[in-house]
Nanobody, 121 residues
């Protein structure tokens, strides 16, 4: 089994910063893409940022210049540094990773449980 455990959400004032972390554990052979998505009530989950195993990244236009995604392959962990936060960044943030199992060798899409980020104006 594989688990993604997120941490770092919370309440912050507009203009502030938060750092989200997501650690993968379990029967992992390799991790391909890792990323962060967010969702607000009544809306579809949307991509915030994604990082490939080679370090290439892509960010949503709404967060470019403010959010930075990074990963530590030795720790199977992905981070999201969020600066200059705005009230419209308020959402539940979900970690996502494409992981190849060390047991059966198949590549699957895993999700974390979600962490709430609230930005007050």
């Amino acid at each position: 089994q594989v688990q993604l455990v997120e941490s770092g959400g919370g309440l912050v004032q507009a203009g502030g910063s938060l750092r989200l972390s997501c650690a993968a554990s379990g029967s992992i052979f390799e991790i391909n893409a890792m990323g962060w998505y967010r969702q607000t009530p009544g809306k579809q989950r949307e991509l915030v940022a994604r990082i490939m195993s080679n370090g290439n990244t892509n960010n949503a236009d709404s967060v470019k210049g403010r959010f930075t995604i990074s990963r530590d392959n030795a720790k199977n962990t992905v981070y999201l540094q969020m600066n200059s936060l705005k009230p419209e960044d308020t959402a539940v943030y979900y970690c996502n990773a494409w992981i190849r199992s060390s047991i059966h060798g198949q590549l699957f899409d895993y999700w974390g449980q979600g962490t709430q980020v609230t930005v007050s104006s």
